[in-house]
């Protein structure tokens, strides 16, 4: 498929205990849960998946195709979109549209009123929705330190806590790969993005660990996913090389690292988040579905 990750971002830009329990009281997981059950999922990942990747499919069909799956979730979409996931008893697990998108994010103050005003809006409709989490991301270095990063990050994040506390939905920063996929991306290590969550110091700022763009800049999957479970409160998956289908096309073994996750007590999401390349795209996410059905 033509469109990336990044231009599909840059269009829409135009806690622990908590989670879990919006896991077990929401009303679109029950019912989304029960489709999982009809669909012969064993349920202990909650599945969602990244519509970006099927940008040929409309909406509401997509959403038919993921309930029939036995999907809990479609992410990445914007606020606007609630209603169609509604109809079709699905949750939004994360929550896109944060201005500046990947490239200019929280590290450089000036974008922060901008971005502070953004969450001010999603996260109340985020919780009235019943979505769990809202993306963010930290931008591009350009030529700034990480050190500097991390300072500027936490100032306006901490600008942000408070209302995601009072919200119950939790700001996710994720984690992509600088190497080959998002270019002097700042936020690319799992210690960077610890240290951040540290010193932001709420239980509504975490990680969204991409296993996808983690295998790329680190490797160690599962020890780094048990060593830094508490920090993380969602996660993404990706063939690699590529991006394309998780099975044996590629080099990460997907059964292995959901069972480091859930060996954690991870209550939360897995996001499918791979461009499928075959011909059949609904049977390729049917498949990582149930690969990652551990």
Known sequence: MAMSRRSALRTVAGSTAALAATVKLSPALRAANTAAADSKLKGRIHPSVCKWCYNSIPLDDF???AKEIGLVSVELLEIKD???????????????GVPGGITSGLNRIENHDKIVQYFEKALPAAAEFGAPNVICFSGNRGGMSDEQGIENCAIGLKRIAPVAEKHNVTVCMELLNSKRTHKDYMCDHTAWGVELVKRVGSERFKLLYDIFHMQIMEGDLVDTIRENHQYIAH????????????DDTQEINYPRVMQAILETGFKGFVAQEFVPKRSDPIASLRQGVQICDV
Do not use: D
């Not at 609630?82 to 896109?96: D, I, R």
């Not at 996660?235 to 998780?246: K, L, N, Q, S």
């Open 63 to 65: 959403c038919k195709s």
């Open 235 to 246: 996660y993404h998956t990706g063939g690699v090389p590529g991006r394309a289908e998780i």
């Open 82 to 96: 609630f209603p169609t996931l509604k109809q079709h008893e699905l949750t939004c697990a994360m929550v896109s």
